[in-house]
């Protein structure tokens, strides 16, 4: 983010009047705000798994979904034993058509427990993965 530069309308260089922050917040969606504000949370704390999850989670609804997967990678590295980092990085990559990480991460969900194998079957997230022959037999298997 820009430093704050001391302008001569502004009362102080402490950063905008009060009015404007909360004109402008009153003003974004929810989703935004909470993307803003997660993220002011994970540069002060990188490693809040539970921040992490949601601003992915945010950041996906927004359609950011290269952002999103950045995130979901950090947490798979945070949890690497904890099956759901795991299904929610397959979602990120199979969404960005990014098809062999996709099964190797579904694969790993399934194997650290994933068993929501109707859900697997039905989201759409996973769209792009469903048409391969991979994903029938990988379900099979569960």
């Known amino acids: 983010m820009a430093a704050h530069q001391d302008r001569p ?7 905008p009047a009060p009015e404007t922050t ?5 003003e974004q969606s929810q989703l935004d705000f909470e993307i803003e504000f ?23 609804a927004k359609g950011l979904y290269t952002r999103a ?3 979901d990678r950090r947490l798979v590295r945070l949890m690497p034993e904890r099956s759901i980092p795991w299904y929610n990085l397959a979602c990120s990559y199979a969404v960005l ?7 190797a991460a579904l694969q790993r969900a399934l ?5 929501h194998i109707d859900h697997v079957r039905r989201d759409p997230d996973l769209k792009s993965l469903r048409r391969d022959p991979r994903f029938a037999r990988l379900l099979r298997r569960y």
């Open 38 to 60: 997660l993220g002011r949370v994970l540069d002060r704390d990188p490693f809040f798994a539970d921040a992490l999850r949601v601003h992915a989670n945010n950041l996906a």
């Open 9 to 15: 309308s502004e009362p102080s260089s402490e950063g």
């Open 111 to 115: 194997d650290l427990g994933y068993r």
């Open 97 to 103: 058509g990014i098809t062999d990480p996709a099964f």
């Open 22 to 26: 909360t004109r402008r917040l009153r």
């Open 69 to 71: 997967l950045q995130i």
